[in-house]
Structure formats: structure tokens, C-alpha cells
């Protein structure tokens, strides 16, 4: 039970960091994981920051990608954080194993189904400081809203770019009705942060 519950919520941080639907990843990935340390018995918070603390060094690693420091502290802080929490290397060992495999192979699967850390560009430590103008411009100019029409530049599959003012700014988004092909009108459905989700306007 424990180790589906600890799969679950990594997997639902793989859909919070890759798809448009952060609300569901944040829900799914935040109520398999308190539930985890709840039936494995936490007996103290000192095994759940250390866990949250590598969970957060983690996907610093994968949204700025280094040399790879921040991935093992954050895997070394995860596995404490287990081990703290259930008392046995062995099982330790097994839950995070499964949970790494499962998460991985999911990334793998919505990368190859053109899933992305595009809408995350902003965040990426590589991205060109002629983008991020670009990016504070367009801002400035066309503030996004809900329910705003462009036209989409690219094909989105699902994530892509589109065309809002009349084609003079264009800005990266995620469709929420997967594949989008170039030339279709969508609409602004969700924005949440630097996500912006669009889907067919019809």
C-alpha cells in the first residue's frame, strides 16, 4: 500500500512538471504522499523535511539542469527522508526503486507524445536574455487573459506557439485537447503562472 501510495505521488510531480493539468498533479502528488508517511507511521517531522527538501532539489535539477549535484542530493535527502520515516534499508531501498522506475517511465512516455518543459522556459537558468526580453515585451504590451483568441504559429502536439494582437506577439503554450495543427484558432483556457492553456475555439 505504502509503496503504490509513494509511485502515485511522484508520478503526479511528473504531470504537475510536464502537462497542463498542475492542479491535478499538485492534488494527486500532494494526497499520495502525505497519505504514505501516514500509514508508514511518521513519528516526526525531521523525516518529512528531509524528504520535501530532496523532492525540491530534485526538480531544481531537472528544471536547471547542472552537473547532476543538486539530482543526488535531492535523491540522498528523498532516500533519508524514507528510511527516517519506515525504519528498513531494504524496504527503502524498494519503495523509492519502484517509485523512480514508475515516475521515469512516465516522463519517457509524455516526452515522446510531445509533452515538455517548454511553458518552463522562463524558469531554465540557459534560456537567452533576448528571449526573456522578448518574453517581458509582449507581456507589457498583450497581457494575457482567459478567453483571449490567437492563432496557433506552430503545431501544438501539445505544446507549440501562438500568435495573440494580431500576430505581433507570440508566446508558448499547451493545449489541452492534445494535438492542434497550425493555422487553427484557440482560445485561452487556463493560466496559471507561466503555464498558458489554450484549446480549439469553436
Known amino acids: 500500500m505504502e509503496t503504490l501510495l509513494l509511485t502515485i505521488g511522484f508520478m503526479g510531480i511528473v504531470f504537475l512538471i510536464l502537462t497542463p493539468w498542475t492542479k491535478t498533479g499538485i492534488i494527486v502528488s500532494v494526497g ?18 528531509l524528504f520535501v527538501v530532496g523532492l525540491v532539489l530534485f526538480i531544481l535539477e531537472i528544471l ?39 515516475s521515469t517511465t512516465l516522463m519517457f512516455v509524455l516526452i515522446k507524445n510531445g ?15 533576448q528571449q526573456t526580453k522578448d518574453v517581458e515585451d509582449a507581456e507589457e504590451q498583450t497581457p494575457l487573459k482567459v478567453g483571449m483568441v490567437g492563432e496557433a504559429v506552430t503545431p501544438l502536439r501539445p505544446s507549440g506557439k501562438v500568435a495573440f494582437d494580431e500576430n505581433t506577439h ?3 503554450v499547451l493545449s489541452s485537447e492534445g494535438h492542434i495543427d497550425t493555422g487553427t484558432n484557440v482560445i485561452i483556457q487556463e493560466i496559471n503562472g507561466t503555464k498558458v492553456v489554450v484549446r480549439r475555439k469553436k
Not at 32 to 49: E, K, Q
Not at 78 to 90: E, K, Q, R, S
Not at 115 to 127: D, E, F, H
Open 32 to 49: 499520495s504522499l502525505v497519505a504514505y508517511f501516514y500509514f508508514a507511521g511518521i513519528t516526526s517531522w525531521a523525516p518529512l523535511i
Open 64 to 102: 536547471i539542469p547542472g552537473f547532476g549535484l543538486l539530482g543526488l542530493l535531492g535523491i540522498g535527502s528523498v532516500a533519508l527522508g524514507i528510511y527516517y520515516t519506515v525504519g528498513d534499508f531494504g524496504i527503502m531501498i524498494r519503495d523509492l526503486s519502484l517509485a523512480l522506475i514508475a
Open 115 to 129: 509533452y515538455s518543459l517548454s511553458n518552463l522556459s522562463r524558469l531554465v537558468l540557459n534560456t537567452s536574455s
Open 170 to 172: 507570440i508566446y508558448d
